[in-house]
């Protein structure tokens, strides 16, 4: 069963901020944050692992709540750049396994 | 620039048709994963090729297969090619045992 992604759309000014969320019916042992531009590859993000870690670098930041199943992506002072879908893969396994991935978010 | 290449960028088959697509691995990476992207969605697996054998397989009958080569690029075949097979292909390239996957730009197939 795939991850729950909300919201679906969102739209933002230059400057403000967006909070992207990811939750599964699964016990996961990652989240992996993709963006993607219309007619272009997912670009890696970031992952974050099982522990319930925080990442972030530049002003996009990531956490991992694992007794919620849930992971939500930051994203501060947005910039005309972050324009696109971002999809949240979950993975159940530490390793290759397969990535089962949301809907996506249109920001 | 992930260092993953996949030819051809584009490709038009008619229904009933085979096709095959490549995938050349970045520089390191020894593990393959395909997955299909139909327009609107997640990516969604197919399977995964490990030291030239299948690690995984998602949710896709067997008219899609896959091969991996000694040099860890890798080809998508699909075979009796059906309409709602149109979608982009996307091949990601990871080391084993380490989390981060690649994606290449894809391939977007057109059944007619």
């Known amino acids: 069963q795939q991850p729950v992604q909300s919201p679906q759309a969102v739209i933002l000014r230059e400057g403000e901020d967006a909070v992207i969320n990811c939750s599964s019916s699964k016990a996961l042992y990652s989240v992996h944050w993709y963006r993607q531009k219309h007619g272009e590859a997912p670009i890696f993000l970031m992952i974050?692992?099982?522990?319930?870690e925080q990442k972030g670098h530049d002003k996009i930041s990531a956490s991992f709540n694992e007794k919620k199943q849930q992971s939500s992506l930051y994203l501060t002072a947005s910039q005309l750049s972050y324009s696109g879908t971002y999809f949240c893969g979950t993975g159940t396994n530490f390793g290759n396994e397969k990535l089962t991935f949301g809907t996506g978010t249109r920001l | 620039e992930t260092g993953v290449t996949q030819s051809p960028t584009h490709l038009i088959k008619t229904r009933g048709q085979q096709v095959t697509l490549r995938c050349s691995s970045q520089?390191?990476?020894?593990?393959v994963s395909w997955y299909q992207q139909a327009l609107g969605q997640g990516p969604q697996f197919i399977f995964q090729y490990y030291r030239e054998e299948e690690n995984g397989r998602g949710n896709f009958p067997p008219r899609f297969s896959g091969l991996q080569f000694p040099n860890y690029s890798s080809e998508l075949n699909v075979n009796a090619l059906e309409l709602d097979d149109s979608a982009l292909y996307l091949c990601?390239?990871?080391?084993?045992?380490?989390?981060?996957?690649?994606f290449g730009p894809g391939t977007r197939l057109t059944v007619t």
């Open positions: 520089s390191g990476h020894n593990t």
């Open positions: 990601a390239s990871s080391r084993i045992g380490t989390i981060e996957q690649y």
């Open positions: 974050l692992l099982k522990g319930g």
